[in-house]
């Protein structure tokens, strides 16, 4: 089922948004603020878009498939700077940009994960990752409280994914790769041959440039029909 809508969009040089995850954001940018409350005002989802070289659309620097979710700010600091939230909800694909100033909205779809994925039962894989993920957790976090409500709120086989995509995988353009493919059973083989459970803050460097060339061959070969 795909549906759509219209979001305004933040497009950022090294963030990949994944929609089972928070993703804790700065805003300095006068006109990223105005987005940031026009969102909240027309209760709309706002979009994280990993930027990129070339155009899509005129004066559009992003991937075509990007993480959206709902803005909730936590507070005005004393540097001025708005420090938001942004709770992930939905992966979508740009249909369209309908305005560029003073920021950008675009037309987006809704892209679900394969029906089948939800079948999927704990596996070998699955467990180390999610052994990985809790390691990371227990490193990262040092407050045994705060790490708990968090650890307690990745409660599906998604969540637990998108974070290990995010905070494990250093690679974007792995990053996007792992956002764009809608079959979880694939996600989960991915991470398990980037990341070592003897070494799990690293991921596979082989295994990266690997991808990243299958990639842009099966582009080459899309291209090419």
């Given at each position: 089922?795909?549906?759509?809508?219209?979001?305004?969009?933040?497009?950022?040089?090294?963030?990949?948004?994944?929609?089972?995850?928070?993703?804790?954001?700065?805003?300095?940018?006068?006109?990223?603020?105005?987005?940031?409350?026009?969102?909240i005002q027309h209760n709309q989802l706002v979009g994280v878009s990993l930027e990129l070289d070339e155009n899509i659309y005129d004066d559009f620097h992003g991937n075509e498939i990007f993480g959206v979710g709902h803005p909730i700010i936590v507070e005005r600091m004393n540097n001025g700077i708005l420090k938001i939230l942004l709770k992930g909800m939905h992966r979508v694909r740009c249909l369209a940009i309908e305005k560029y100033d003073p920021f950008i909205e675009a037309n987006v779809?809704?892209?679900?994960?394969?029906?089948?994925?939800?079948?999927?039962?704990?596996?070998?894989?699955?467990?180390?990752?999610?052994?990985?993920?809790?390691?990371?957790?227990?490193?990262?976090?040092?407050?045994?409280?705060?790490?708990?409500?968090?650890?307690?709120?990745?409660?599906?086989?998604?969540?637990?994914?998108?974070?290990?995509?995010?905070f494990m995988i250093q690679d974007m353009k792995i990053k996007q790769i792992l956002l764009e493919n809608t079959n979880i059973k694939e996600r989960i083989d991915i991470l398990s041959l980037m990341l070592d459970i003897k070494y799990p803050f690293y991921e596979k460097i082989e295994v990266c440039e690997a991808l990243k060339d299958f990639e842009n061959l099966e582009n080459i070969a899309r291209w090419a029909n």
């Open positions: 089922m795909s549906a759509n809508m219209r979001v305004p969009l933040l497009i950022l040089t090294n963030v990949v948004f994944f929609p089972n995850t928070s993703l804790p954001l700065y805003i300095a940018d006068e006109n990223y603020e105005k987005l940031i409350h026009s969102a779809e809704i892209i679900e994960d394969a029906i089948s994925n939800k079948r999927i039962l704990k596996n070998e894989k699955f467990n180390k990752l999610k052994e990985i993920l809790d390691e990371w957790l227990k490193n990262s976090i040092t407050d045994e409280k705060e790490r708990e409500q968090f650890s307690h709120t990745i409660d599906t086989k998604e969540k637990v994914i998108d974070y290990v995509s995010t």
